[in-house]
């Protein structure tokens, strides 16, 4: 195939983790990638590893946190490579909060200008041409997360959650032009965000495992998926559980460990 003919996906936060892993898979299934990173020349090392050329793989260098930062590298992949089939905002960040804490207003500030207005900056480029095309798939990033709060984890539990209705949104406006909207929900993935919890993570999953999953969810155009299914299940009983006895559940978990804080 001549690879210029080949779709194209945007992946935001491809440096490591769900985002690097979401990367792999959708080169090993033909496409062209567009990769977006703070640490671009780690991006770019492991774009070289992979045997991925320059007509195969661009990196852009990007802070989804910083709005014309991340709408800069939409419209440079735009202008270099043309308009994605799929975009994926999978960037985020996951740190505790203590609301107590008059710094962790300002994590929490970190965590909704990352988690959701950078969301919103990263699709920003490409709706209008998407919706001229018909066709295309925006992909947000959520979290079990999102379904209940959890202590300590006021600030990326509340982003997950907007997340989620974010999307849903979207999709409500995006209705009947051909272009998908896709939230994805993933449990407990290992990557470097997680092994810093200091609570058990049930189903805990691989990122390459997660990233196979998603990629036949994308492919599905699936509204909305958990990933893995058992997570979703815990998640649906989670919500139906009564306050009191949810936080009864609860007491005593350990807290989202705040920044600077040991493990």
């Not at 989804?64 to 419209?75: L, N």
């Not at 203590?98 to 929490?108: A, F, I, M, N, S």
């Not at 495992?209 to 990933?227: H, K, L, Q």
């Amino acid at each position: 195939m001549n690879p210029s003919a080949a779709p194209l996906v945007f992946i935001t936060g491809a440096s490591s983790g769900i985002g690097q892993a979401l990367a792999a898979r959708f080169a090993r299934a033909g496409y062209r990638l567009a990769l977006v990173a703070r640490r671009t020349a780690e991006l770019q090392a492991w774009a070289e590893a992979q045997g991925l050329g320059s007509e195969h793989c661009r990196v852009y260098g990007a802070d989804v946190a910083q709005v014309e930062s991340i709408v800069a590298a939409g419209q440079a992949c735009l202008a270099e490579q043309g308009l994605p089939e799929v975009v994926i905002a999978n960037a985020g960040i996951s740190v505790g909060m203590d609301t107590g804490e008059r710094d962790d207003l300002e994590v929490l500030s970190r965590t909704f200008a990352t988690n959701n207005v950078g969301m919103a900056a990263t699709f920003h480029p490409f709706v209008r041409a998407m919706q001229a095309r018909g066709a295309g798939a925006l992909v947000g990033i959520a979290s079990v997360a999102a379904i209940r709060g959890l202590p300590g984890h006021g600030a990326y539990c509340g982003s997950k959650a907007a997340v989620v209705s974010y999307c849903e949104s979207l999709r409500g406006e995006l209705r009947g032009s051909g272009v998908s909207v896709v939230t994805l929900v993933p449990g407990y993935v290992d990557t470097p965000l997680t092994r810093e919890n200091r609570y058990p993570m049930p189903f805990l999953m691989t990122p390459e495992a997660f990233a196979d999953r998603a990629f036949d969810a994308i492919a599905g155009r699936a509204s909305y998926r958990v990933i893995p299914w058992q997570m979703g299940v815990v998640a649906k009983l989670l919500r139906l559980l009564p306050n009191a006895l949810f936080d009864r559940l609860l007491q005593g978990r350990p807290r989202k460990h705040r920044a600077g804080e040991g493990r």
